[in-house]
């Protein structure tokens, strides 16, 4: 696949950048919002994990040892909450399950065998990234609403005790669904090359937006391979 250098450059959401052969998938704000949430998710899962369990009590260090992880993890919660929110409001609709998206799921044998060619085309995001994207959103509703009910020292007074017994298992239940799905996540992303890219310097390249998101390709340049100079007029 050759690319020539009078390929115009893609502009989206109105960030402007001057490298050719590329398409922006994320803009400054964006990736800003996302690195957030995995900093807050990060100081999250290692001062809870520590709560968990004493052979994670070293992680309290994260948050400034035992008292301050204690006082913290529940705020920065709420900044992680928040966050992801706002992350998921702007993508939640690329995100919606779409035609060809379950004969996906049939097919993932072929995905982990990197038969790309044999799978429907995808647009922004694969099946398995809206699966994963519905499986943080309810992990997350259900950290904060769980999370409110054993944050004692604000609402202890509103729960009984087993109310708050309830809402521990749940909330370390679904703990355990994000930080696992994050693992799945990070792998995903370090396993499919380029897309780290996508999140540390915003754009993609034309190569990896057409092998990996042909439909999304094709919307954000009007080309339909990547060399085509037929239709090449970029958005
Ligand atoms: C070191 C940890 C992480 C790395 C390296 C990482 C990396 C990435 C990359 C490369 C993408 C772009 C994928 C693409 O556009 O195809 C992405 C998207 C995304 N990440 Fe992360 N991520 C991390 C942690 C997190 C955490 C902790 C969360 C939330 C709790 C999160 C939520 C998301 C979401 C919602 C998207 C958009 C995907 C979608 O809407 O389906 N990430 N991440």
Do not use: C
Not at 12 to 25: F, L, N, Q, S, Y
Not at 167 to 178: E, R
């Amino acid at each position: 696949m050759t690319m020539t250098t009078d390929t115009p450059v893609v502009r989206a959401h109105g960030t402007e950048h001057v490298e050719p052969h590329v398409i922006v998938r994320y803009p400054p704000d964006q990736r800003a919002n996302h690195w957030i949430t995995v900093i807050a998710f990060f100081l999250l899962a290692t001062s809870g994990l520590a709560f968990f369990h004493p052979a994670f009590f070293p992680l309290v260090l994260f948050l400034g040892g035992p008292q301050w992880a204690r006082v913290l993890h529940p705020w920065v919660g709420v900044v992680m909450f928040i966050s992801f929110m706002i992350l998921a409001f702007r993508l939640w609709r690329d995100n919606m399950w779409g035609q060809g998206d379950t004969q996906w799921m049939k097919q993932i044998g072929d995905v982990v065998m990197n038969r790309d060619d044999r799978m429907p085309a995808i647009g922004k995001y694969n099946p398995g990234q809206k699966l994963l994207f519905w499986v943080l959103l309810g992990a997350m509703i259900v950290l904060l609403l769980t999370g409110i009910v054993i944050w004692r020292s604000i609402f202890g007074i509103y729960f009984s005790v087993p109310v708050h017994r309830v809402a521990v298992l749940l909330h370390s239940f679904s703990a355990f669904v994000l930080i696992a799905s994050i693992i799945v996540h990070i792998y995903a992303a370090i396993w499919v090359k380029g897309s780290i890219r996508a999140m540390v310097r915003g754009t993609v390249s034309y190569a990896w937006a057409h092998h990996h998101h042909p439909l999304w390709f094709r919307k954000m340049t009007g080309r339909h391979t990547v060399a085509d100079t037929k239709h090449d007029r970029p958005l």
